[in-house]
């Protein structure tokens, strides 16, 4: 296509001159030279790089640096076992996200794979923001969560309305109301009830 041409042109054409003729090429890319396709990349005679030279790509050394600090505090801590599942959230009817069924299906196959207690297993109304991070507080293995991710944000079961007593009040007369009764607090928000999806961040490489 042309824009591989124009990528050839820029990232290739410069290297041609110095390749000895089928030579295996290893490939260290940095940043978003990650993206381009060099296999694709069509030499002068129109066919693609890999049909002139075996390629193989390696990670850059500052990625295995930083492999080999990630496994290192790895070893210091605790070991991960376990897992939560959070699938099919029963969410709020200001929502307006339509059930999925079948995600509660999945957490029933996938739940006895991956060894998750069964408390670790949260579906419909259980399936909420403090249950979750409950969850999180122990040393798991993985983390699978189904559910709606409107504009990055997963949505979680809201909170059951808590109930509190109503302050005791003691008229002029001497009567005292109040006692005993009670009213609804307002229902969760949608800060209460939504997860952040970029800031999720799995706590080592073993987690998905």
Known sequence: SGELKKLADVVLAPLLPLLPEGAPLTLVPHSYLHLIPFAALP???????????????????????????????????PERQGALILCAPETAEDDLLPAIPAAAAEAEAIGPLVHASPELVLTGKAATL????????????????????????????????????????????????????????????????????????APDRKSV
């Not at 049909?51 to 790895?74: F, I, N, P, W």
């Not at 507080?137 to 991710?149: D, F």
């Not at 949505?155 to 059951?160: E, G, I, N, S, T």
């Open 43 to 77: 030499l002068p005679s129109g066919q693609p790089l890999v049909t002139a030279h075996a390629l193989s790509q390696v990670a850059s050394l500052k990625v295995l640096e930083c492999m080999a600090t990630v496994d290192a505090k790895a070893a210091d801590m």
């Open 130 to 201: 403090d249950a979750l991070y409950d969850g999180l507080k122990s040393p798991l293995a993985t983390v699978h969560i189904s559910a709606h991710m409107p504009q990055r944000y997963v949505v979680l079961a809201p909170k059951p309305p808590s109930r509190r007593a109503i302050p005791q009040e003691v008229s002029e007369d001497g009567t005292v109301e109040g006692e005993g009764e009670e009213e609804e607090e307002e229902p969760s928000s949608w800060v209460e009830r939504t997860l952040d999806a970029d800031k999720v961040k």
